[in-house]
């Protein structure tokens, strides 16, 4: 069977992040969303989305398919139910289509279809912020699928440890002298990682291959640093994609932080409003602040963004793809992708210069900038004037 996981109608929602992937590439938890479901079916996927991400994220047709709506996490009995459809079945749960059999060349009309109605409760991230706020169940899950019937690596004589039978660590992990409180959930310490000394982690936590925590950071749960990345400072219930650094002094919470980020020496966010109301957070499709009815709410940061040294973001602030931030006092809640400056001055970062930093950037972690990802980021430096009131 070939499936074929698809944005759905939430797309949108999940702006500034699904700019420059499909919804499925998403993380949350340790894995993204499209690696959870490869995980449960056995199989490699492919996308549906939009038409300027096509050539990066290919759709593969078969004789027979499946069609999974990306944004749904999966589980075993979800996948259960998918595996045994049959043609001309869809899956339907809480009224939206989450999967359904389709057959090369088929014409699909869902009035000829049987519903196969789905009652189990599921996690679905629709909204940008849902990445954080979802991430501690995503995280406990994606922590029992990944260390079923394995043997975590041992833990250091020097680390102080809480529950270490909920602290999985993998080949190459470097970790000394800090400590691990997993009594308040699971501790994922992937392949070729390193905790620095002095640093305070608290579960859910996952760090994943190849990341690194710096000196003495605080760490509150639930929160996910992705490969690659760099954290230090104090952080509470954050993603970070990957490739992304917050190297230094400075707090972020409550916030999701996209790919080939950077967040300058003393970079802080509020992830509380002084009259602790509801947070707001710009909607790209309703170019509006909608209420997300979160008391904490902080960054929402597109993929190669930077911020400078002393950047205050303030809460619920939403940076789009490609910015570069800096200034004197806050910058806007709402930062279309290409801004340079946000503060004093609001400029537009010019496509060449903007590319020409992410070759120098991705060269330093031995990457290069193809030619596909080129095209994606000229397309959107022409789409974000559309961002700009």
Not at 2 to 15: K, P
Not at 61 to 68: F, L, T, V
Not at 256 to 281: F, H, M, Q, R
Request: proline residues 4%.
């Amino acid at each position: 069977m070939n499936y074929i996981l698809f944005d759905g109608d939430i797309r949108e929602a999940l702006l500034p992040f699904t700019y420059t992937r499909p919804v499925a590439d998403i993380r949350v938890g340790i894995l993204t969303i499209r690696e959870k479901w490869e995980k449960y079916l056995g199989y490699t996927t492919t996308t549906v989305t939009e038409e300027y991400l096509e050539e990066k994220y290919p759709m593969v047709e078969a004789p027979q398919n499946i069609m999974i709506d990306g944004s749904y996490l999966p589980t075993q009995e979800l996948v259960d139910v998918i595996q045994s459809l049959k043609p001309n079945q869809v899956i339907s749960y809480q009224d939206d289509i989450i999967a359904f059999f389709v057959e090369e060349g088929q014409e699909i009309d869902f009035d000829t279809y049987e519903v196969v109605d789905y009652h189990s409760e599921l996690v679905r991230i629709a909204n940008k912020w849902d990445i954080f706020q979802k991430n501690d169940k995503a995280l406990r899950d994606d922590f029992a699928l990944i260390t079923e019937d394995r043997i975590s690596e041992e833990i250091p004589s020097t680390v102080q440890v809480l529950a270490p039978e909920n602290i999985f660590i993998e080949e190459g992990a470097v970790l000394n002298f800090v400590t691990l409180n997993a009594s308040t959930g699971p501790i994922y310490i992937g392949k070729n990682t390193e905790i620095m000394e002095g640093s305070v982690i608290r579960g859910p936590f996952a760090l994943c291959e190849g990341a690194q925590v710096k000196l003495a950071t605080k760490v509150y749960g639930a929160t996910t640093i992705g490969p690659e990345c760099r954290v230090g400072g104090e952080v509470s219930n954050i993603v970070m994609f990957g490739y992304s650094n917050k190297g230094h002094d400075g707090f972020l919470g409550n916030s999701v932080i996209g790919e080939w980020c950077n967040l300058g020496a003393d970079t802080n966010n509020s992830n509380l409003k002084n009259n602790y109301a509801p947070v707001k957070l710009w909607n790209y499709e309703t170019e509006d602040y909608e209420n997300t009815g979160l008391q904490f709410c902080g960054l929402m940061m597109g993929d190669h963004s930077k911020s400078g040294i002393n950047t205050m973001f303030n809460t619920g602030t939403v940076v789009g793809v490609s910015c570069s931030i800096f200034g004197g006092t806050f910058p806007k809640t709402f930062l279309p992708s290409f801004t340079w400056g946000g503060v004093e001055q609001d400029d537009i970062y010019d496509v060449d210069k903007a590319l020409e930093t992410m070759r120098i950037v991705m060269a330093r972690r031995h990457i290069e900038l193809t030619e596909v990802d080129e095209n994606i980021i000229r397309y959107l430096a022409e789409e974000n004037k559309l961002d700009r009131l």
